[in-house]
């Protein structure tokens, strides 16, 4: 049986991450919706039965706290945010099969099945838990909704489930000096109960799962390896499983948006646990819809078809570990590969609204000059199939699609076409020259190469023998001056001789030669650029660039008018999005005050403000903090007693600057224990963080210990 019949009897059920309902899509997200959409473009081009599944992650407390934030239900913000992001994803050419949601029927029903499964097979256990509880807020606190110092490293400002600095996996508990998102402040502990998935009992069957011996996934000569994980993914699991596996709670308290757990009173199943459970719900209800797949031939523990999962490695511990896990136990199949990919950084420096790098996906959108393919074709030359990070440098953004998709792919129709129309009515020559066929054959000689770079995710290389071929064309086109040839035809029109014919039939056939060209390059870029690939296909007057038929070469074909199909980006462009993305920011900035103000109380009374003892205190020494990143060490003149204070302004300030300046401390904040000592206030600056920050500073005349009134 050939490799092209293999092929056309595959099926594989493909997913991106689902879009948390509670914001915008950015461009950080874009990254792995438009490698995942870039690869399942690919297969259909290859003949394989391959379905794009997606939706909304629509459950947990940040949209229930939005929600109470924007005065309506939490059915009717997600509803819109699902709506906005089909909207951003249209825009980018992001073609999903079916884009479903969590909070649906089909996801509730899954969901109490799996559990009730897992219940069945005593993997679930309830136990009393001590927990992290907001006494201003009255709730329970979510682990994204705690921030404190990592118990690992010590990095301050992480969030309760994990280190962003040293990648170290705890619960909220172990942190140091944890405080509440939500109000500010500190979490008393308190007691409930919880219940748990047994994850600790399921080491050896995903160890086996790890090393691709649960699944169907076979390998296949000159295929990446059979285990579902990248090389780097497989070393983070190897840590996890160093470090001792630990059960997985999976239940949440009131108050909480999503799912009640059945035979509980109160208690709802963490947003984690039904968001994967969220691709097979999307799936069951695609199937339902449109009657082209069936469910369960896709989800049984014995399915012959192939589930790959496009996630950012940010999620890696949920879809490793819980998974795997519970698709297991529960009786269902695992996933054949997670094709794990990294974050966006703009300009170098991670995605960050003050900054102003941090860029939503309507911002760019809303610019008519910049093309949404535009980034992609950017992407593409930046991905990868590792999970690295990848830069959109702004100048290098536009440099690029000037160069490339310009200079290089598009001119060549725009430097040729012409002639077409003008000396030949349209039509391409009957047949080609040895050596033209040569050129030609260079190109459809590099398809099996650019295929295997797409199906193995590395776009970039990809891209870069796409833009060689782009190199050769421009290179044929500039040695055979087309232009020069058209002038001597033009001189030669009265005279009617030999000669003349024989330059109309090399005119023709450069011409020929190089809109052949592009129509192999645009079918080599067509996974990347569709849209644009669909005007090129009417330009050349074809139903579709056939990737099976890519040897196929247009000859006494006619072609239509050339018609514009890119335009170069200019400088003001990018200001433009900048300015257009600033005014988004400072309204997002708005709501999530409003968030803010909404979870607290949007005013004090008297009373309260005047619990606040407010001094103006001298600094009377600074030094640094052995160990610490961020923190100098001050020691404070309040007037009758001297007090200690660890700052967050190393950034900012080098200890010699701060000695003997006058600011204001707050004198009667509680003592607070740190690694480093007794922190016994705090200092009034201004500013985002980092560098840019400062402290109060006071007229000449106040002393030290003055209360601030």
């Given at each position: 049986m050939s490799e092209s019949t293999n092929k056309q009897k595959e099926k594989i059920l493909v997913t991106s991450a689902l879009p948390y309902a509670n914001g915008s899509i950015h461009l950080g997200h874009l990254v792995g919706y438009i490698q995942t959409d870039t690869w399942v473009r690919l297969q259909r081009m290859l003949g394989t039965e391959c379905y794009f599944i997606c939706g909304d992650d629509a459950h947990g407390t940040p949209v229930m706290l939005r929600a109470e934030a924007e005065g309506v239900t939490a059915e009717t913000l997600i509803d819109k945010m699902r709506h906005q992001h089909l909207e951003d994803f249209k825009g980018f050419n992001i073609k999903f099969d079916y884009y479903h949601s969590t909070h649906s029927d089909e996801n509730r029903e899954l969901v109490i099945e799996i559990y009730q499964r897992l219940k069945k097979?005593?993997?679930?256990?309830?136990?009393?838990?001590?927990?992290?509880?907001?006494?201003?807020?009255?709730?329970?606190?979510?682990?994204?909704?705690?921030?404190?110092?990592?118990?690992?490293?010590?990095?301050?400002?992480?969030?309760?489930?994990?280190?962003?600095?040293?990648?170290?996996?705890?619960?909220?508990?172990?942190?140091?000096?944890?405080?509440?998102?939500?109000?500010?402040?500190?979490?008393?502990?308190?007691?409930?109960?919880?219940?748990?998935?047994?994850?600790?009992?399921?080491?050896?069957?995903?160890?086996?799962?790890?090393?691709?011996?649960?699944?169907?996934?076979?390998?296949?000569?000159?295929?990446?390896?059979?285990?579902?994980?990248?090389?780097?993914?497989?070393?983070?699991?190897?840590?996890?499983?160093?470090?001792?596996?630990?059960?997985?709670?999976?239940?949440?308290?009131?108050?909480?948006?999503?799912?009640?757990?059945?035979?509980?009173?109160?208690?709802?199943?963490?947003?984690?646990?039904?968001?994967?459970?969220?691709?097979?719900?999307?799936?069951k209800k695609f199937c339902e819809l449109t009657g082209k797949a069936n469910f369960d031939d896709f989800w049984n523990a014995d399915s012959p078809h192939k589930l790959y999962h496009f996630i950012g490695k940010d999620i890696l511990y949920f879809h490793a570990l819980f998974w795997p896990a519970v698709l297991s136990k529960a009786n269902y199949r695992t996933p054949d590969k997670l094709f794990v990919h990294g974050f966006l950084t703009i300009n170098g420096r991670k995605m960050s609204k003050s900054r102003g790098t941090f860029i939503n996906a309507r911002a760019y959108l809303d610019i008519k000059a910049l093309n949404p393919e535009y980034l992609r074709y950017y992407y593409a030359a930046k991905l990868g199939n590792k999970s690295e990070d990848i830069d959109i440098n702004l100048k290098d953004f536009v440099f690029r699609v000037n160069s490339n998709l310009v200079g290089k792919y598009a001119n060549i129709a725009s430097r040729t076409a012409g002639f077409i129309h003008k000396l030949f009515a349209g039509k391409l020559c009957r047949s080609l020259s040895n050596e033209a066929s040569s050129l030609l054959q260079t190109f459809i000689d590099e398809a099996k190469t650019i295929e295997n770079f797409y199906q193995q995710r590395q776009f970039n290389e990809a891209i870069r023998v796409i833009m060689n071929l782009a190199d050769k064309a421009n290179e044929y086109i500039s040695d055979k001056k087309p232009w020069d040839i058209s002038k001597k035809i033009s001189l030669q029109a009265d005279d009617n001789n030999q000669e003349d014919d024989k330059d109309r039939n090399k005119l023709h056939e450069i011409c020929t030669v190089s809109i052949n060209a592009f129509r192999l390059l645009t079918l080599f870029l067509k996974p990347v650029i569709p849209v644009i690939a669909e005007k090129v296909e009417k330009f050349l007057n074809i139903e579709s660039l056939d990737w099976q038929q890519h040897s196929a070469l247009l000859l006494n074909h006619k072609i239509n008018k050339y018609k514009h199909l890119v335009s170069r980006i200019e400088d003001k462009h990018i200001d433009e999005l900048i300015e257009v993305n600033r005014k988004a920011m400072n309204e997002i900035t708005e709501t999530s005050k409003k968030q803010t103000e909404t979870s607290d109380a949007t005013t004090i009374s008297f009373e309260d403000f005047a619990k606040i003892d407010l001094r103006v205190a001298k600094i009377i020494n600074a030094e640094h903090v052995e160990g610490a990143d961020k923190l100098l060490k001050l020691t404070l003149d309040i007037g009758d007693v001297q007090k200690q204070v660890f700052a967050g302004i190393k950034s900012a300030y080098q200890p010699e600057q701060l000695i003997g300046r006058h600011t204001v401390m707050v004198a009667n904040l509680a003592p607070r224990k740190m690694r480093f000592g007794v922190s016994e206030g705090m200092v009034l600056a201004a500013g985002p963080g980092g560098k840019d920050i400062w402290i109060l500073q006071l007229d000449e005349g106040a002393k030290p210990g003055m209360k601030v009134q």
């Amino acid at each position: 049986m050939s490799e092209s019949t293999n092929k056309q009897k595959e099926k594989i059920l493909v997913t991106s991450a689902l879009p948390y309902a509670n914001g915008s899509i950015h461009l950080g997200h874009l990254v792995g919706y438009i490698q995942t959409d870039t690869w399942v473009r690919l297969q259909r081009m290859l003949g394989t039965e391959c379905y794009f599944i997606c939706g909304d992650d629509a459950h947990g407390t940040p949209v229930m706290l939005r929600a109470e934030a924007e005065g309506v239900t939490a059915e009717t913000l997600i509803d819109k945010m699902r709506h906005q992001h089909l909207e951003d994803f249209k825009g980018f050419n992001i073609k999903f099969d079916y884009y479903h949601s969590t909070h649906s029927d089909e996801n509730r029903e899954l969901v109490i099945e799996i559990y009730q499964r897992l219940k069945k097979a005593d993997l679930i256990e309830k136990r009393s838990i001590e927990q992290l509880y907001d006494p201003k807020r009255k709730m329970f606190l979510p682990d994204r909704f705690i921030k404190g110092d990592c118990p690992k490293c010590h990095e301050p400002d992480q969030y309760g489930d994990g280190c962003e600095k040293c990648h170290t996996i705890y619960t909220p508990m172990d942190l140091i000096n944890p405080f509440s998102t939500i109000s500010g402040a500190t979490p008393i502990i308190k007691k409930t109960e919880h219940l748990f998935f047994k994850l600790s009992t399921c080491e050896d069957t995903l160890k086996n799962w790890m090393q691709g011996n649960l699944g169907t996934f076979k390998q296949e000569k000159n295929k990446e390896s059979k285990q579902p994980l990248q090389g780097e993914s497989i070393n983070k699991l190897d840590e996890w499983f160093e470090s001792g596996l630990r059960d997985w709670d999976i239940s949440r308290d009131a108050p909480y948006f999503g799912f009640p757990i059945p035979d509980e009173k109160d208690k709802f199943f963490y947003v984690w646990l039904d968001a994967p459970v969220g691709y097979m719900a999307s799936f069951k209800k695609f199937c339902e819809l449109t009657g082209k797949a069936n469910f369960d031939d896709f989800w049984n523990a014995d399915s012959p078809h192939k589930l790959y999962h496009f996630i950012g490695k940010d999620i890696l511990y949920f879809h490793a570990l819980f998974w795997p896990a519970v698709l297991s136990k529960a009786n269902y199949r695992t996933p054949d590969k997670l094709f794990v990919h990294g974050f966006l950084t703009i300009n170098g420096r991670k995605m960050s609204k003050s900054r102003g790098t941090f860029i939503n996906a309507r911002a760019y959108l809303d610019i008519k000059a910049l093309n949404p393919e535009y980034l992609r074709y950017y992407y593409a030359a930046k991905l990868g199939n590792k999970s690295e990070d990848i830069d959109i440098n702004l100048k290098d953004f536009v440099f690029r699609v000037n160069s490339n998709l310009v200079g290089k792919y598009a001119n060549i129709a725009s430097r040729t076409a012409g002639f077409i129309h003008k000396l030949f009515a349209g039509k391409l020559c009957r047949s080609l020259s040895n050596e033209a066929s040569s050129l030609l054959q260079t190109f459809i000689d590099e398809a099996k190469t650019i295929e295997n770079f797409y199906q193995q995710r590395q776009f970039n290389e990809a891209i870069r023998v796409i833009m060689n071929l782009a190199d050769k064309a421009n290179e044929y086109i500039s040695d055979k001056k087309p232009w020069d040839i058209s002038k001597k035809i033009s001189l030669q029109a009265d005279d009617n001789n030999q000669e003349d014919d024989k330059d109309r039939n090399k005119l023709h056939e450069i011409c020929t030669v190089s809109i052949n060209a592009f129509r192999l390059l645009t079918l080599f870029l067509k996974p990347v650029i569709p849209v644009i690939a669909e005007k090129v296909e009417k330009f050349l007057n074809i139903e579709s660039l056939d990737w099976q038929q890519h040897s196929a070469l247009l000859l006494n074909h006619k072609i239509n008018k050339y018609k514009h199909l890119v335009s170069r980006i200019e400088d003001k462009h990018i200001d433009e999005l900048i300015e257009v993305n600033r005014k988004a920011m400072n309204e997002i900035t708005e709501t999530s005050k409003k968030q803010t103000e909404t979870s607290d109380a949007t005013t004090i009374s008297f009373e309260d403000f005047a619990k606040i003892d407010l001094r103006v205190a001298k600094i009377i020494n600074a030094e640094h903090v052995e160990g610490a990143d961020k923190l100098l060490k001050l020691t404070l003149d309040i007037g009758d007693v001297q007090k200690q204070v660890f700052a967050g302004i190393k950034s900012a300030y080098q200890p010699e600057q701060l000695i003997g300046r006058h600011t204001v401390m707050v004198a009667n904040l509680a003592p607070r224990k740190m690694r480093f000592g007794v922190s016994e206030g705090m200092v009034l600056a201004a500013g985002p963080g980092g560098k840019d920050i400062w402290i109060l500073q006071l007229d000449e005349g106040a002393k030290p210990g003055m209360k601030v009134q």
